[in-house]
């Protein structure tokens, strides 16, 4: 019942779901498919009414069940009004995710915290391997909007607000921070439209490079344009004068948008 609910959902919960049972999901018998946002999905199949989310599913449609203790997302499960059980799904922390946090750290980034659905004792779990300065857990989608606000208010003058996400939760989120990015490999189409930057590899420190990439290109934009500015000053005060003859005109055009041009190549070698 479990792997029907979740076969018309592309949240990575859903997937991992798929991907164990391995199976073929006959999606003509499912009808009335929905999804219920902070909460899990509704659907019916074979005249039985699925239901598989969270705790606060369960707590929505009075279904009473057997609360379980493991670490993990738990996914409960309720056909027909009755419990029927739970899957537990250990997060898997991405391979690089504890170097990205450091290395952002390092990169100068003030302040990194969690924003989750998940249950407090994962989130803590996950923050403190990773070194997260904050970590606010159990939250619906506007809840996490409400904490991006909070965070907005209290961030530096002329500090930047940045949130990473993937699924159709985030998209919200992604709108709202100062800059939205999305893990464009797992990402939902929602949360890759309201997102800034796209990361398409899915890697975490890719950030890191992000960063340094739009550090270097704003410093050789501002070089170019004081270069362009200075230089066509100089040809103009010169022409001013009379000393300036047609060859250094065309240098002050198309010498120093040449010139402009070579200079922003180097971007092109940013290593993080």
Known sequence: MQQKAES???????????????GKIEKDALRD???????????TSDEAMIL???????????????QNDEIGTKVY????????????????????????????????????????????????????????SEVHAQLLPDQKVEQVEILDKNK?????????????????????ADIGIAMGGLGSDAAIEAADVVLMTDEPTKLVEAIAIARKTKRIVWQNIAFALGVKGIILLFGAFGI????EAVFADVGVSLIAILNAMRVLRTKD
């Open 8 to 22: 018309f959902s592309n949240h990575p919960i859903a997937r991992s779901i798929m991907k164990a049972y391995g």
């Open 33 to 43: 498919y929905e999804e219920i946002s902070g909460h899990g999905i509704r659907v």
């Open 52 to 66: 598989a989310g969270n705790d606060k599913l369960m707590k929505l449609e009075n279904i009473d069940f057997q």
């Open 77 to 132: 499960v309720a056909v027909n009004g009755i419990f029927a059980g739970a899957i537990v799904i250990a997060d898997e922390i991405k391979a690089d995710s504890r170097s990205a946090i450091a290395r952002l750290k390092e990169a100068g980034v003030r302040k990194t915290v969690m924003l989750t659905g998940d249950n407090v004792q994962i989130a803590e779990a996950i923050a403190n391997e990773l070194g997260l």
């Open 156 to 176: 530096p003058a002329k500090g930047k607000l940045a949130f990473v996400g993937d699924g159709i939760n985030d998209a919200p989120v992604l709108a709202r």
């Open 244 to 247: 300036a003859t047609m060859w």
